[in-house]
């Protein structure tokens, strides 16, 4: 994904791994991820970890768990969009 200011562009870029891979813990219980679905294209999704395992993928409202291979086939972990991407902006106007 390319992000253009005036001055500068960055890119973004998601790494996919197989629903075969889980997500590893790195200090954080709830990380937002994209998970890629072959009926409907994607999802966003948050990976959640129990005491430093990974707990499963779950919606955004929490009620629906996603299970490998019956929902998903692949995801991504997204952009800190406060500490990666607001920076991006943080110099222009709304």
């Known amino acids: 994904m390319r992000i253009a200011n005036r001055n500068t562009q960055h890119e973004f870029k998601l790494n996919f791994k197989s629903c ?3 997500p590893v813990y790195q200090g954080e219980d709830e990380v937002e991820c994209l998970l890629l679905n072959p009926c409907d294209g994607y999802h966003v999704a948050y990976a959640r970890f129990d005491e430093g395992e990974f707990a499963g993928f779950w919606s955004f409202c929490s009620d629906q768990h996603y299970t490998k291979g019956d ?24």
């Open 20 to 22: 075969d891979i889980d």
């Open 71 to 94: 929902f998903y086939f692949a995801w991504a972990k997204l952009p800190d969009v406060v500490n990666e991407m607001l920076p991006v902006f943080e110099n222009e106007a709304l």
